[in-house]
T-cell receptor, first 115, second 116 residues
Framework: AQTVTQSQPEMSVQEAETVTLSCTYD???????LFWYKQPPSRQMILVIR??????QNATENRFSVNFQKAAKSFSLKISDSQLGDTAMYFC????????????FGKGTRLHILP | GAGVSQSPSNKVTEKGKDVELRCDPI?????LYWYRQSLGQGLEFLIY????????KSGLPSDRFSAERTGGSVSTLTIQRTQQEDSAVYLC??????????????FGPGTRLLVL
């Protein structure tokens, strides 16, 4: 069975610093998608970034980038120049490329950006 | 509407009562998803709809949980004879085409359910 593990329940960094959130997953499949979702205090989940496993290039979205290590089954999220608005829960998620296959979320990392 | 909306935003109920949670997806989105987020846990997939049909109901935790979607739009998640362990945030999401969980899902703000 596929699993997603986020080993850091909570983190705090100063504003403008760079922070990396870790995520590992377990699967026997070779084709899949990985996601990072952000859940601010408003509870509304927002997709931050996604990565297709067949792409070697790491995905980037402005200040957000990932370090995708397929062999190690690792998918970390790097937030550069962190801002107060980045304070949120961050969930790593995994789904296979098969139609109707479910999405599996990690338990999340609570990130605090300190002024 | 502009985004996914859910109602009520908060619900307190007594053990044994039935509750209905509502989700209004983004207009034109074919797929709709329900998740449960318990305290300290990630999101647990419950059910998804492709149009009005639910191809996979295996995520529903018990037969006290049911969901329906009418007109390819609004969905209702019903929990009968609520138990304290049902207390959680119930999140709804929608996506444009559906059938593939890799499609970007747009989430609502959730309903926080507290069973006393």
């Amino acid at each position: 069975a596929q699993t997603v593990t986020q080993s850091q329940p909570e983190m705090s960094v100063q504003e403008a610093e760079t922070v990396t959130l870790s995520c590992t997953y377990d699967t026997s499949e070779s084709n899949y998608y990985l996601f990072w979702y952000k859940q601010p205090p408003s509870r509304q989940m927002i997709l931050v970034i996604r990565q297709e496993a067949y792409k070697q290039q790491n995905a980037t979205e402005n200040r957000f980038s990932v370090n995708f290590q397929k062999a190690a089954k690792s998918f970390s999220l790097k937030i550069s120049d962190s801002q107060l608005g980045d304070t949120a829960m961050y969930f790593c998620a995994f789904t296979q490329m098969n139609r109707d296959d479910k999405i599996i979320f990690g338990k999340g990392t609570r990130l605090h950006i300190l002024p | 509407g502009a985004g996914v909306s859910q109602s009520p935003s908060n619900k307190v109920t007594e053990k044994g009562k039935d509750v209905e949670l509502r989700c209004d997806p983004i207009s034109g989105h074919t797929a709709l998803y329900w998740y449960r987020q318990s305290l300290g846990q990630g999101l647990e997939f419950l059910i998804y709809f492709q149009g009005n049909s639910a191809p996979d109901k295996s995520g529903l935790p018990s037969d006290r949980f049911s969901a329906e979607r009418t007109g390819g739009s609004v969905s209702t998640l019903t929990i009968q004879r609520t138990q304290q362990e049902d207390s959680a945030v119930y999140l709804c999401a929608s996506s444009l085409v559906g059938g593939y969980f890799q499609e970007t899902q747009y989430f609502g703000p959730g309903t926080r359910l507290l069973v006393l």
